[in-house]
T-cell receptor, first 111, second 111 residues
Framework: GEDVEQSLFLSVREGDSSVINCTYTDSSSTYLYWYKQEPGAGLQLLTYIFSNMDMKQDQRLTVLLNKKDKHLSLRIADTQTGDSAIYFCAEYTSGTYKYIFGTGTRLKVLA | DVKVTQSSRYLVKRTGEKVFLECVQDMDHENMFWYRQDPGLGLRLIYF???????EKGDIPEGYSVSREKKERFSLILESASTNQTSMYLC??????????FGPGTRLTVL
């Protein structure tokens, strides 16, 4: 069945890079997303990548997609305390209405 | 900017009460969604709608109903609230083939 998996926790020091990983199972996914959720808030879209791309860079964020292994990662350069949040990856297939979300990775940035 | 608003950030209700959660989007999106978010379970889809007066069950529709009388508004109804419906409820909208945008969430407590 469809499943999106993420590790639950990640802790990094301020100024270091963070890498959050995600694996998914649906090879027909069209888009893969990263969302950020701060405490008590909704999900904020950070970035997304089309399934025919390998990499996308957006300022401090780099998304890598390995379609063969169905592995998605989000790298945050120069991680700041304001980056502390829960990060969700999600996959979506065009023509369906279904977005499959991972369980979220809680990133803690230590000063 | 896309704006998705939810009627309440926090709500406390008693067991057996009828509860209405309202969601409004201002981007003329066709699709609207209701999720609940629980620790360790990620986001689970309750219902979605792809057009006015149209609705489809998601993964966990039991105990919920929805209403979409106007394109911009999607309501989630708990006919008789129960304690196991205590959760964070997230509304999202999307254009027909694209990214979901989320509201700030409603944290519902049922006593």
């Amino acid at each position: 069945g469809e499943d999106v998996e993420q590790s639950l926790f990640l802790s990094v020091r301020e100024g270091d890079s963070s890498v959050i990983n995600c694996t998914y199972t649906d090879s027909s996914s069209t888009y893969l997303y990263w969302y950020k959720q701060e405490p008590g808030a909704g999900l904020q879209l950070l970035t997304y990548i089309f399934s025919n791309m390998d990499m996308k860079q957006d300022q401090r964020l780099t998304v890598l997609l390995n379609k063969k292994d169905k592995h998605l990662s989000l790298r945050i350069a120069d991680t700041q305390t304001g980056d502390s949040a829960i990060y969700f990856c999600a996959e979506y297939t065009s023509g369906t209405y279904k977005y499959i979300f991972g369980t979220g990775t809680r990133l803690k940035v230590l000063a | 900017d896309v704006k998705v608003t939810q009627s309440s950030r926090y709500l406390v209700k008693r067991t057996g009460e009828k509860v209405f959660l309202e969601c409004v989007q201002d981007m003329d999106h066709e699709n609207m969604f209701w999720y609940r978010q629980d620790p360790g379970l990620g986001l689970r889809l309750i219902y979605f709608s792809y057009d006015v007066k149209m609705k489809e069950k998601g993964d966990i529709p039991e105990g919920y109903s929805v209403s979409r009388e106007k394109k911009e508004r999607f309501s989630l109804i708990l006919e008789s609230a129960s304690t196991n419906q205590t959760s964070m409820y997230l509304c999202a909208s999307s254009p027909s083939t694209d990214t979901q945008y989320f509201g700030p969430g409603t944290r519902l407590t049922v006593l």
